[in-house]
């Protein structure tokens, strides 16, 4: 099947300009002005610019967590991912605790099988290092996992200790891969935790007293010195605050190998969301938690000015009423207590437009920037690129036919999240996907659902990632 996207303005994180494009089956052909091929179905842009489609580097689709499940599955997640643009995301397996890393390898591709329909590959979290598992690690590569996650917070659950952190580090600096942290001081929140408790603190609002910025930043700080030993490249997931954002800064001035993201919610939800009345605030509880506002402007400056690499979303959505008319349990588990809501935050589909129009329309950064940590960025740290993250001869043909005049009012009434609620309800963005493609095959035309499930490929990554 031949495709022409004609007249559109193509933007990549390093141009910007006026071309056709034409698709042979899953990939770019062809870059140029005025292309012709007969019996190709032409789709006419004009007006519209073609974006690289979205990758996400942080969802939590279908993962057992907070004595429940994450609401989406590889079904509906992926597409709702698509109805926001994005065409791949990597997901976090977790090695069962006792068991192997294959095995939860094995997991999580049985969760993804006959549903994905966008592109998608795997992190595997660490959760039980024994001698047995420091050797299996190098035996990802060839699962094309290539990218080794670690909470340091979670306690009694996800968390691991310095040994382990250190370890893992050696054994993915030896073998090319990539660590990944949740940078929290898990000790300090559990005692933190404990405290409140003992006072009676049982509110939602309770969730940020519970985990301070300065956790966040000394688990960081931690995670960036233990990569300056080790030589391990590190990628912090989730930062949310001006305190950790300078650790890593101080991190990369020493030269050392360290590169972080933040998630959209960062720059949009506050602590003051947490403390709203009844029992409100629980849908925004997610660790680390939201934090002042003082901290957004650091954030985006941290995203333009390449502190920070990517935008990625931590989707890992409950329902605010779950546990009837046939939904699983969800937020309403924590009613009792903050420490017991199901910490995660919906947003897979609001990503690319909210970060577009806060971003670009608002003049924080280019079209260009917003590519690069969008998509270039998270396919170059995390071993996809030239295949995916650019609209490139060769590259599969993602692309994202963008309206960027076209507004939007985000509602969960309308978005295709499994959730009943949405962090940026009744917020109206400028710049908007009109039709997006998977490898050359439109799955998104407008309001239309063209994707199917059983189609999306799993991506096998190469290790040696780029430190940018
Ligand atoms: O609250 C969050 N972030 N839930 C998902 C798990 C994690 O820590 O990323
Ligand atoms: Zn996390
Ligand atoms: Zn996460």
Redesign the pocket.
């Known amino acids: 099947m031949t495709t022409i996207i004609k007249n559109g303005t193509i933007v990549t994180a390093s141009d910007t300009v006026q071309a056709d494009v034409l698709i042979d089956g899953e990939q770019v052909a062809l870059i140029g002005r005025d292309l012709q091929a007969d019996d190709a179905e032409v789709i006419d842009a004009t007006g519209k610019l073609l974006l690289p489609g979205g990758i996400d580097v942080h969802t ?1 689709l279908d993962l057992p ?1 907070g004595g429940t499940i994450a609401s989406d599955d590889f079904l509906t997640g992926h597409r709702a991912a698509a109805f926001g643009a994005t065409t791949c995301h990597i997901d976090f397996v977790i090695q069962p605790m006792g068991g192997t890393l294959h095995e939860g390898v094995e997991e999580w591709h049985k969760k993804a099988e006959g549903k994905a329909s966008i592109d998608y590959g795997f992190h595997i979290a660490i959760t039980d290092l024994r001698d047995d598992v420091m050797e299996e690690i190098p035996t990802m590569i060839d699962e094309g996992i290539t990218s080794l996650k670690l909470f340091m917070a979670y306690k009694g659950l996800f968390q691991i200790d310095d040994t382990t952190l250190f370890r893992a580090m050696l054994r993915a600096a030896e073998h090319g891969m990539l660590i990944m942290v ?1 940078a929290e001081n898990g000790d300090v929140i559990a005692e933190l935790t404990k405290k409140l408790l003992n006072e009676g603190k049982t509110d939602t609002k309770y969730h940020a007293a519970a985990h301070p910025a300065m956790a966040e930043a000394e688990a960081t700080g931690r995670a960036v010195a233990l990569s300056g030993i080790t030589g391990a490249p590190l990628y912090v ?2 930062m949310t605050c001006e305190e950790a954002v300078e650790q890593l800064a101080l991190g990369r001035a020493k030269g050392f190998p360290v590169m972080g993201e933040t998630c959209t919610q960062y720059m949009f939800v506050f602590e003051e969301h947490l403390a709203l009345p009844n029992y409100e605030g629980a849908k925004y509880v ?2 680390p938690p939201v934090r002042k506002r003082k901290d957004a402007p650091v954030l985006w400056k941290a995203l333009a000015d390449n502190t920070l690499q990517a935008v990625s979303t ?1 989707h ?1 959505p409950f329902w605010f009423e779950g546990g009837k008319e046939g939904r699983i349990p969800g937020k309403e588990l924590g009613r009792e207590s903050f420490h017991q809501v199901p ?2 935050m919906p947003g897979i589909e609001d990503r690319m437009p909210v970060m577009w129009h806060h971003g670009v329309n608002m003049g924080r950064y280019s079209a260009n920037r917003f590519v690069e940590i969008t998509s270039t960025n998270p396919a170059k740290i995390f071993g996809l690129y030239p295949r995916k993250g650019t609209i490139a001869v060769g590259a599969d043909a993602d692309i994202v036919i963008w309206d960027p005049e076209k507004e939007h009012t985000i509602s969960a009434k309308t978005h295709h999240m499994n959730t009943d609620y949405n962090v940026y309800e009744g917020m109206t963005v400028r710049g908007w996907p009109e039709r997006v493609l998977l490898r050359g095959k439109t799955i998104v035309d407008g309001d239309a659902w063209l994707g199917q499930p059983g189609t999306g490929q799993f991506l096998k990554r190469s290790p040696g990632a780029e430190v940018l």
């Open positions: 939590h967590f949740h997931v989730h997610c660790s931590d890992c910490n995660g």
